[in-house]
């Protein structure tokens, strides 16, 4: 399983940016995707999650309604719409992946010990 964030870099408060996740390796029907975000010193947070094989997804609530995760099935790639960003959005974002098997709950998406494949991570800094 690999996975491949990209789109981080420098925007204004109130811009946008686009992460993407190219992802390879797994039969994409049985996984849930999720994004995650880390400052230096923090633990890693929960972004939002999607499982692969439909359409719900789930978000933190501090970016519910900013944020927007989708995928392109024929591209092997999922994305993070940010919008509205603030300077507390700034971190090392993060793409990771896990069969749907490990998510017998919703809740489950947002903790960290569920994901076993990890992308690099990609850094977004909004400025203030």
């Known amino acids: 399983v690999q996975l491949q964030a990209s789109g981080g870099g420098l925007v204004q408060t109130g811009g946008s940016l686009r992460l993407s996740c190219a992802v390879s390796g797994f039969d994409f029907d049985d996984y849930t995707i999720g994004w995650f975000r880390q400052v230096p010193g923090k633990e890693r947070e929960f972004v939002a999650a999607?499982?692969?094989?439909?359409?719900?997804?789930n978000y933190a609530e501090s970016v519910k309604d900013r944020f927007t995760i989708s995928r392109d099935n024929a591209k092997n790639t999922i994305y993070l719409e940010m919008n509205s960003l603030k300077p507390e959005d700034t971190a090392v974002y993060y793409c990771?992946?896990?069969?749907?098997?490990?998510?017998?709950?919703?809740?489950?998406?947002?903790?960290?010990?569920?994901?076993?494949?990890w992308g690099q991570g990609t850094l977004v800094t909004v400025s203030s």
């Open positions: 999607m499982f692969w094989n439909d359409d719900s997804a």
């Open positions: 990771a992946a896990a069969d749907q098997s490990r998510f017998t709950l919703t809740i489950m998406t947002t903790w960290v010990k569920k994901y076993d494949s």
